[in-house]
């Protein structure tokens, strides 16, 4: 039995302290309702993470405005209107009730990788035109997997929909609605926010050459590439105010000729810092026309500690490193210094109770994911959420009381730490300032080599 002091001590991310290492990876785990709505299955499922001993618990990517919301894949979360506050707060009150931080991940859009359910309607994205193709055999194992790729699901997911190239105006109008729904989101109860910037979606998508041909201030040139997520990042600091974590997930490279480098990426994790984001966490790849590093086999996933100790070195903010499924590694590259965290995604399916195992030091009762992805090929599929071969209880957890939270224990703060540290919603809005528009999203130039 190893020693896990390095998991098991607390963190500082921003204003909010963790009690130990160990994060929820953002997984979009289909159990949102037909309308976005956070469901019984969709609380109890994170609940059993949070009893489990999880520091944060990260949601799958949350629609953050109405438009992003008619072009999800499968089904995602909604949190653009006061409607939806509702849910959203029942879900962070009963993490909290088990121990746990929230982090909601608020997404812009997913751009080309979004799906309507009439696929004859557009999509919105950075770049016009040509819908994305997967190249079948980069794909991780269940796109290649001959049952999958005969399914009509696949052959929505391994050719994208047409896109349109949105304009500047409604660029603006959804940078505002998304602002205003991180204040939402603070008014639900979470103590941080994750903004949605990897793998292919649309802050990634304006990121990348491969994938931005635009010929206006938000393509071309290295800074006019970054200015969308830099925006964003800006807004939603903004708009969250001081009593709530902000953090973004990037790509760590994407893995494709001409694509974004290490090298680059890390100038967009400076840049975060300089805006006052509170810590990085990392995936890695292109998304879905490169699918092999957004949900790596352990080949694809070997570099990722060294990746990590690179951004971790050019950063003074907390980095999260995703896919350290083994507890005695994960604790290895806490010791050596290479991330700041560790996120789970699938070993968080199979064993939501790692954490506490850990902790009491108990590791050969631990769960190992064995990467079959069979959790994720019913994602995309959407046909009622992940299962897992190894964990009968994934799914239902809403058929089992030990994950609800009961009545309120008597020291439960009533009020959510966004209102209780400042009330972001009755700031005043960034987009009412005094500061005009332009002015305000003037991002200084800080590309690679003018450091
Ligand atoms: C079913 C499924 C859904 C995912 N959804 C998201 C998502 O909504 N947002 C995100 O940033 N990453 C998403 N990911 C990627 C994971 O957060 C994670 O980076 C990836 O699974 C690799 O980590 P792992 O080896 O621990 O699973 C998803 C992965 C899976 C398997």
């Not at 890695?284 to 790596?296: F, I």
């Not at 590791?363 to 990467?371: F, G, M, N």
């Not at 309120?408 to 209102?419: K, Q, W």
């Amino acid at each position: 039995m190893g020693n896990f002091d390095n998991l098991n001590s607390s963190i500082k991310i921003g204003p909010v302290e963790l009690k130990n290492r160990y994060v929820v990876a953002p997984m979009n785990e289909t159990f949102a309702g037909a309308v976005g709505e956070a469901t019984a299955q969709y609380i109890a499922y994170f609940a059993a993470r949070a009893k489990g001993g999880f520091g944060l618990i990260t949601t799958g990517a949350i629609m953050g405005t109405k438009l992003a919301s008619k072009y999800v894949w499968g089904r995602n979360p909604y949190l653009f209107s006061p409607l939806h506050i509702q849910g959203m707060s029942l879900f962070n009150e009963t993490c909290h009730h088990f121990g746990a931080q929230t982090a909601a991940q608020m997404t812009i859009g997913f751009g080309r990788q979004g799906h309507s359910d009439d696929h004859h309607e557009l999509t919105p994205a950075a770049t016009g035109g040509l819908p994305y193709e997967v190249a079948v055999e980069k794909s991780c194992h269940p796109l290649v997997d001959d049952s999958f790729r005969r399914s009509e699901i696949a052959r929505e997911f391994l050719v994208g929909q047409n896109t349109f190239e949105m304009s500047i105006d409604l660029i603006h109008s959804e940078q505002k609605e998304y602002a205003r729904s991180i204040q939402l989101a603070g008014k639900a109860g979470f103590d941080a926010i994750d903004i949605h910037g990897p793998h292919g979606y649309l802050e990634h998508q304006f990121l990348s050459p491969l994938s931005n041909k635009r010929t206006d201030m938000y393509g071309g040139s290295w800074r006019n590439r970054k200015r969308f997520l830099l925006e964003v990042a800006e807004q939603t600091r903004y708009a969250a105010g001081n009593g709530i974590a902000v953090g973004c997930r990037i790509s760590a490279e994407e893995h494709m000729e001409g694509g974004l480098t290490r090298e680059e990426m890390i100038d967009v994790a400076q840049d975060m810092q300089a805006i006052g984001i509170d810590y990085i966490s990392l995936s890695d790849g292109a998304g879905y026309p490169e699918n092999g590093h957004l949900v790596p086999d352990p080949e694809r996933w070997a570099h990722w500690p060294d990746a990590a100790a690179d951004f971790k070195k050019a950063l003074k903010i907390p980095v999260i490193m995703v896919g350290a499924h083994d507890p005695v590694l994960a604790e290895s590259i806490l010791a050596e210094g290479k991330a700041d965290l560790i996120a789970l995604g699938r070993q968080s399916f199979v064993d939501p109770e790692l954490p506490n195992k850990v902790a009491a030091g108990n590791i050969k009762d631990i769960i190992i994911c064995k990467r079959c992805n069979i959790c994720l090929s019913r994602s995309l599929a959407d046909c009622g959420g992940p299962r897992c071969p190894h964990n009968p209880i994934l799914g239902r957890e809403f058929e089992f009381p030990e994950y609800h939270m009961g009545p309120r224990r008597p020291n439960e703060p009533i009020m959510p730490r966004a209102v209780r540290g400042g009330m972001p919603s009755l700031q005043r809005p960034w987009w009412k300032s005094e500061v005009p528009y332009e002015e305000k999203n003037s991002i200084p130039f800080r590309g690679p080599g003018t450091r």
